[in-house]
Nanobody, 123 residues
Framework: QVQLVESGGGLVQAGGSLRLSCAASGSFFSLNAMGWYRQAPGKQRELVATITTIGGNTDYADSVKGRFTISRDNAKRTVYLQMNSLKPEDTAVYYC????????????????WGQGSQVTVSS
């Protein structure tokens, strides 16, 4: 099992910055990718950014490209989301995601989720 603990959410004015962190712990064979999703009230959860643990390949939603940066520290099993030039439409609960294989014999990754961090951007 993988446990994910998030930190760093809060309230910020438009144009400001926040940094989210998510630390993974637990027992698993491999941690293959981590990322951030968000869900605004009345909307579906959407991908914000992901990063692979090997190679550091990243993927971003078009709406955050150029403003958000995802990074990871493999030694700490931690992923970060640096959010700059925040807009009111970035307001949402941000969820950390990890894709991991629990056992050597697993043939696919399993999804794990953090508890969610509220990010509120005021205009």
């Amino acid at each position: 099992q993988v446990q994910l603990v998030e930190s760093g959410g809060g309230l910020v004015q438009a144009g400001g910055s926040l940094r989210l962190s998510c630390a993974a712990s637990g027992s698993f064979f491999s941690l293959n990718a981590m990322g951030w999703y968000r869900q605004a009230p009345g909307k579906q959860r959407e991908l914000v950014a992901t990063i692979t643990t090997i190679g550091g390949n990243t993927d971003y939603a078009d709406s955050v490209k150029g403003r958000f940066t995802i990074s990871r520290d493999n030694a700490k099993r931690t992923v970060y989301l640096q959010m700059n030039s925040l807009k009111p439409e970035d307001t949402a609960v941000y969820y950390c995601n990890a894709q991991a294989r629990r056992l050597y014999s697993d043939t696919r990754d399993y999804d794990y989720w953090g508890q969610g961090s509220q990010v509120t951007v005021s205009s």
